[in-house]
């Protein structure tokens, strides 16, 4: 291989920093502006290729993270993008806006706790109002507060809202979205390597991320005749505010992956634009898994 090819292909093992990370610590839920380093979110690489032109997309959780990679990708794609942040996220959120805006697409940041159902609904009437209908559905979102005490840490209050943000959050927006979805929409859910392989600390965040494998798979059977397609993808470790804001000992994470390093979240981006793209019309029920090698089912 020349040097030209090398620098064309980069290597996943240095591509991006590797562990250990400065050590820090935020109040949850974190942002973006304060982590060291700053997470990549394709700002300067993602190229797009028109795949998703002209289409609607709702992401919760876009502020920052994965979800800001995804939305960043989906306009550059071609997409309009409707993305949900805390009251407290504003100004990650709007970071994001600026980005779909500066794609040449329409950015829709709402303020909205996916934990109700009632602003759930709204979520959904404030898509469909804008635009119509609701081509792709990108549950992202989640909640986790490490707890390395055992389940005797987990209080009633924290386990609540770890159910209620990463599957009732899911179900309300997923089952009211669906009557806004044309045949050839899609909804892709963020499970996790946890919901396979689930680290004791994150007790009540692993469950959930299994539930989010079932419920992918059964929803996948439930909409098929439909002409919608449901699939998920499972991340590994991924530097992204929530990181800082929710886990003890941020200094090796990443650091168990064979890559021997936490993902950026432009290098998930790509497998949601996958899945909301014609290239997998075939592919539903799926869980494309993105861990760095670490083997899952």
Request: some cysteine; aromatic content about 6%; charged content about 20%.
């Amino acid at each position: 291989m020349s040097p030209d090819e090398e620098t064309r292909v980069p290597d996943p093992q240095t591509r991006h920093p590797r562990p250990p990370q400065p050590e820090q610590e935020q109040e949850h839920p974190g942002t973006t502006e304060a982590m060291d380093p700053r997470p990549d979110h394709g700002e300067e690489s993602y190229q797009g290729h028109d795949l998703l032109r002209d289409r609607v997309a709702v992401v919760t959780g876009g502020d920052s993270g994965i979800g800001r990679a995804v939305c960043l990708a989906f306009a550059r794609e071609g997409a309009d993008v409707v993305f949900t942040h805390l009251e407290e996220e504003k100004d990650d959120a709007a970071e994001t806006a600026r980005l779909v805006r500066e794609a040449g697409r329409t950015a829709v940041p709402v303020a909205c706790d996916i934990r109700d159902e009632r602003q759930c609904g709204d979520l959904i009437e404030r898509a469909v109002g804008e635009f119509g209908r609701i081509d792709l559905l990108v549950n992202n979102a989640a909640y986790q507060m490490a707890q390395p005490d055992g389940i005797e840490a987990i209080t009633t209050e924290q386990f609540d809202r770890v159910m209620k943000t990463n599957l009732y959050g899911m179900f309300w927006l997923t089952r009211a979205a669906l009557a806004h979805m044309p045949r050839g929409g899609c909804v892709i859910n963020t499970t996790s390597v946890q919901g396979y392989q689930p680290s004791p600390h994150l007790l009540d965040y692993a469950m959930t991320k299994a539930a989010i494998i079932s419920f992918t798979h059964n929803m996948a059977q439930m909409v098929a005749e439909r002409g919608i397609r449901v699939n998920a993808v499972a991340p590994g470790p991924v530097w992204t505010p929530l990181i800082p804001a929710t886990m003890p000992d941020v200094k090796d994470f990443g650091a168990q992956s064979p890559l021997g390093r936490a993902a950026q979240p432009a290098e998930m981006a790509p497998a949601y634009v996958f899945l909301a793209s014609p290239a997998a019309s075939y592919i539903t029920g799926e869980i494309v898994n993105a861990t760095g090698g670490t083997p899952l089912p």
